[in-house]
């Protein structure tokens, strides 16, 4: 259980990363192929969905994010599939000089195991609570 744990932070953690360098491609790997994203209501299905969704949002090359994730809580861990809750700040500018936008998000996940034993995103939810300007 705490190597499905280590592994499952660090799909957390590269979720952030990927998402901060508008590599969709790699982020959208970290998803089983299928897997869903809802981001403000907006569902996209697939891999190539979630991949081009994350790489329009860098067509503005000063565009700038940093995403944090904390106080995650494994629900249920029951052989391949997984349920998660964490917390997400997200740091927005559209370039320099511009306004800071801070975004406090829920962070509903459900996980399961490929064929390989690696665990993927089945579905992920975020859940704007807070936005400000900063």
Known sequence: MESDQLMIER?????????DRGDGTSLSQLFIPDGTLLVSGNELRGRVQIADDCIR????????????????R????????AA??????????DGPG?????????????????????WKIARRVIDRKMALSI
């Open 11 to 19: 799909l957390l953690s590269d979720f952030a990363w990927f998402a």
């Open 57 to 72: 949002r860098f067509l503005n090359p000063n565009r700038k994010t940093r995403h944090f994730w904390s106080n995650l």
């Open 74 to 81: 494994i629900d249920r861990m029951d052989g391949d599939a």
């Open 84 to 93: 998660s809750f964490s917390i997400q700040l997200t740091f927005e500018q």
């Open 98 to 118: 511009q306004p800071t936008q801070l975004r406090v998000n829920d962070l509903v996940d459900e996980f399961q195991k490929d064929s390989s034993g690696s």
